[in-house]
């Protein structure tokens, strides 16, 4: 079920809020489950059967890991198997296929694939699942004794198909005691509509020309078809997965839960380094913090660094995919950051700040290519299209039908990659006018609400590029 589809508006989301604010306080957590497991199963029955075993796997670990928490050996021993447990669970749904296709080209050999249906969601449910069972281990969240409380934390529906990844130490005392008053309410409802917005009034017309662009042979674009492409993507991504994100806080606050931001307009940044403190947050820390400083950290000499960063990485990029792609993309990025972090970054603060803005664009964007594309060789054609290197010309009416066609979406996915939102929030706060300017702001969220509905009704382009994940 996709929070921008008409049943979970109309049907779903009603239902549950209407229930959830009737009930006791004691049912509330049971409430938030049923529909949670009723929002994972709609789609997909058979994957809801793996997420169960998700959790009670997750849920017999903590309580382990808690119980021998004073023998260090067993509760090393419990969290190595935690570790193994969860990564199985991926491993055998999201790379199976992946591994045989390698081993048969390597070897010569005629293995069958499998062709596993990979569960939505999968990649998020289980790093949620290690995350409680390791903040546990760490003293950073007490262990549930209760098995639906680890099931509530692990599917609950705002953040379960798509994230961010919530951290268990983050919500481990709301799980038990949450508050909510009608400004949070109201924030939670603002917070969905924008998110709202930004897919399907910008993700969705951005993604319907990047999938038409990418589905034709880059040796065939013109050079400014092909950053046409790119563009759209890049905004595609970030409006769809921002969106979702923004919808999942949203939806949060509505039952009293606080999830922390997943990003943080990343495409002002001005070095690949800021890039990933404001691009998917939630899963830059927790790499960080259950990879990157378990391996070392940067407290370790440079060799073992450099290794520190390439092994994040390469999880980074195996993570989103199942594909050399992702891999390689990962890598790509990588480098970027040991590039700035030893050779180039005392220098690229010395830029003029358009300079280090327009530096950091261009490398996003050459690592949207390898994401987007099916293959790495696709993704190699593509770039040499895009710099002019396969001797088609520049410009045809293709691109510029796309332009003129798509204009206002272009216009609103550069104008909201910015904080010009939050500048005019800040200054409206200071007004005297300011009652009669938060009319105006709730009018608004609600004329975007019904642009929102209109589009859903006429269009059946309705994507989430992280389900996928």
């Known amino acids: ?48 059967f793996i997420m169960l075993f998700s959790i009670f796997l997750n849920y017999l670990l903590g309580l382990l890991v808690d119980k021998y928490r004073s023998s260090k050996p067993k509760a090393n021993t419990i969290l190595a198997l935690t570790a193994i447990g969860n990564l199985a669970v991926i491993g ?3 790379y199976t296929d992946f591994f045989i296709e390698n081993l048969n080209a390597l070897f010569g050999q005629s293995i069958p694939l499998q062709h596993i249906i990979m569960p939505i969601g999968i990649s998020f449910f289980t790093f949620q699942g290690m995350s409680y069972v390791i903040d546990v281990y760490r003293e950073q969240g007490k262990a549930q004794k209760n098995p639906l409380n680890v099931a509530l934390y692990i599917s609950l529906f705002p953040q379960l198909i798509a994230g961010p990844i919530v951290r268990y ?64 993507y890049t905004a595609q991504i970030y409006f769809d997965f921002s969106g979702y994100s923004d919808m999942a806080i949203g939806l949060g606050r509505m039952f009293g839960f606080e999830f922390l931001e997943n990003f943080n ?34 407290r370790v000499n440079q060799a073992k660094l450099i290794r520190n960063i390439l092994v994040v990485w390469l999880l980074t990029g195996f993570w989103h995919g199942a594909a050399w792609n992702f891999i390689a993309w990962g890598l790509y990025f990588g480098l970027l950051l040991m590039l700035e972090k030893f050779v180039i970054g005392e220098y690229l603060k010395k830029l003029w700040r358009p300079l280090q803005h327009l530096y950091a664009l261009l490398f996003i964007v050459i690592g949207w290519v390898l994401f987007r594309s099916e293959s790495l060789t696709y993704a190699l054609d593509y770039l040499t299209s895009m710099f002019g290197l396969t001797g088609q010309p520049i410009i ?21 990659s910015t904080p010009i939102y939050p500048f005019l929030q800040a200054k409206l706060k200071n007004n005297r006018n300011e009652l009669i300017l938060s009319c105006m702001k709730y009018f608004m969220l609600i004329g975007m609400f019904g642009l929102c509905i209109m589009y859903l009704i006429n269009s059946t382009f309705n994507p989430f590029i992280y389900f996928r994940f």
């Open 92 to 94: 055998y749904y999201k």
């Open 1 to 48: 079920m996709l929070f921008s589809s008409l049943v979970f508006l109309f049907i779903f989301l009603p239902s549950v809020l209407f229930l959830y604010y009737i009930s006791p306080k004691k049912l509330k957590n049971i409430v938030l489950l049923v529909f949670s497991l009723l929002f994972y199963g709609y789609g997909e029955p058979k994957s809801l």
């Open 265 to 298: 307009y990343p495409y002002i940044s001005k070095s690949i380094t800021e890039f990933w403190r404001r691009w998917h947050i939630s899963l830059s820390t927790w790499f960080r913090d259950y990879v990157y400083i378990p391996l070392g950290g940067n």
């Open 396 to 416: 045809n009416n293709q691109a510029l039908y796309y332009i003129v066609e798509y204009k206002l979406e272009f216009i609103a996915a550069i104008a909201a």
């Open 169 to 232: 130490k983050t919500v481990a005392a709301q799980i038990n005691e949450r508050h909510v008053n009608i400004e949070k309410f109201t924030n939670g409802i603002e917070k969905f509509i924008f998110g709202l917005s930004k897919k399907v009034l910008v993700a969705n017309g951005m993604g319907f020309v990047a999938d038409q662009i990418f589905e034709v042979q880059a040796m065939q674009h013109t050079v400014l078809l092909s950053w046409i492409g790119v563009f759209a």
